[in-house]
């Protein structure tokens, strides 16, 4: 079965200011990795998706995230943290074959001024 | 367009009394169904899943119990309820070649 590492519960930091949040999954064979926001008190939203081709993917509001395969990671990135920004985001793994995906515990993104 | 719909937003109940939660989708058709609860620092966990009308899975042995009567209703639904099912009860729905979920806006349960 597959496992999903969130390495940090919460990760502050000052706006305009660079993030990485971390994401390990467990296994190396083919795989669909997804980047999940949650705002406070709502359901969650795809942020991004890796299926295939292209191992950098991004999101319409200056996400990204890359496929490592060698490191079985998928770190989300952004150059820029808006205190919009402040949320928690949660990393997916679905393996080949299956249609429920396994999810890290989660990372709360908490943006000061 | 596709959505999702999710009620109560919120929801207090006393212990020992039942509890129904629906969710609907629109713009689909036979979508894949799934309800997880979200409890603080506890990350997602998946309680049940359906792939068709009738077909429900369990993941975790508890308290709830899930009823899918038409392709695209799924409801969670307990008996009795327990202090420890209080939490952010959340509906999604997925089709196999989309490989992302959609989440409804999710049910904060308390129960006292």
């Known amino acids: 079965a597959q496992s999903v590492t969130q390495l940090d519960s919460q990760v502050p930091v000052f706006e305009e200011a660079p993030v990485e949040l971390r994401c390990n999954y467990s296994?190396?064979?083919?795989?669909?990795l997804f980047w999940y926001v949650q705002y406070p008190n709502q359901g969650l939203q795809l942020l991004l998706k890796?299926?295939?081709?292209?191992?950098l993917v991004e999101s319409i509001n200056g996400f990204e995230a890359e496929f490592n395969k060698s490191q079985t990671s998928f770190h989300l990135r952004k150059p820029s943290v808006h205190i919009s920004d402040t949320a928690e985001y949660f990393c997916?793994?679905?393996?080949?074959?299956?249609?429920?995906?396994?999810f890290g515990r989660g990372t709360s993104l908490i943006v000061h001024p | 367009s596709q959505t999702i719909h999710q009620w109560p937003a919120t929801l207090v109940q006393p212990v020992g009394s039942p509890l129904s939660l629906e969710c609907t989708v629109e713009?689909?058709?036979?979508?894949?169904l799934y309800w997880y609860r979200q409890a603080a620092g506890r990350g997602l966990q998946l309680l049940f899943y359906?792939?068709?009308?009738?077909?429900i899975s369990s993941e975790v042995p508890q308290n709830l119990s899930a009823s899918r009567p038409q392709d695209r209703q799924f409801i969670l639904s307990s008996k009795k309820l327990l202090l420890s099912d209080s939490g952010f009860y959340l509906c999604?729905?997925?089709?196999?070649?989309?490989?992302?979920?959609?989440f409804g806006s999710g049910t904060r349960l308390t129960v006292v």
């Open positions: 359906s792939v068709g009308i009738g077909q």
């Open positions: 997916a793994v679905r393996g080949g074959g299956s249609y429920i995906p396994t």
């Open positions: 296994s190396s064979v083919s795989v669909y």
């Open positions: 999604a729905w997925s089709v196999f070649d989309s490989y992302g979920y959609t």
């Open positions: 713009g689909t058709s036979n979508p894949n």
């Open positions: 890796y299926l295939s081709g292209s191992t």
